[in-house]
């Protein structure tokens, strides 16, 4: 009897210790979002309302405390679109196109309880510049931007520079432009969008209740498509 006490304690006891691992280690995850939401509310929220050295004034976002956002390394969104199952958003907190497209994003994330996966482009891209009729490399993009590039050819258009006198470049490579939206399933993408919505012509005009509607049925189609068979950029 004694020993049979003495079994039960000690599973008792392993039970115990696995729950609070367990219970430990979904706060550690809470927390971990609760940073990556506050860190990129924070960096976006930063510029409302500041203007640019063109002299326009970024619009304004509302982003929440509790917003679903996590940040991805370079090398985690190579992964996730070679394998993995979500939805990533690649931007950069000055990008006017960026900033009309955040807070629609957030809202259909919130009510479809869907993580967005974020990866800020700002510094990992290539540049180039036109000097006395010449194309340049100022700046070569990472590796992670240029493997990105090759698992996302199929929907990228090529990247060419016009110049004053609208003579065009080509840089013969692809561009990831800001803001691109890419809904991947088991590393196949089944959804892409570019931008906001067609009838934006600036980044910096404030969207309509009609733009918000429209968007926001295209963000819910992207998302949705994860549960759906491949799509081409086209057709979806």
Known sequence: MEKSNKIILIFVIILTVIVLILCGYQ?????????????????????????????????????????????????????????????????????????????????????????IYYLDISDIRSTFTVQNGELEETKKGTDSYYQILDLLAEYLDDYYLTDSEGNDYATHEKRLYAPTLVAIKEGKVTSFHVGTVDSQESGYDKLTNEQITELKGIITKLIASKNSAICSQDKC
Do not use: H
């Open 27 to 115: 706060l550690f995850k809470r927390q971990r979002g609760m940073q990556d939401a506050i860190k990129f509310k924070n960096e976006y929220v930063e510029y409302n309302g500041k203007v640019n050295s063109s002299g326009q004034t970024y619009p304004t976002v509302n982003i929440s405390d509790d917003n679903n956002i996590k940040y991805l390394t370079n090398e985690d969104a190579v992964k996730m679109l070679s394998e993995g199952t979500g939805v990533i958003y690649f931007g950069f907190k000055t990008c006017p196109w960026c900033r009309s497209l955040i807070t629609p994003l957030l809202e259909v994330a919130e009510e479809k309880n869907e993580i």
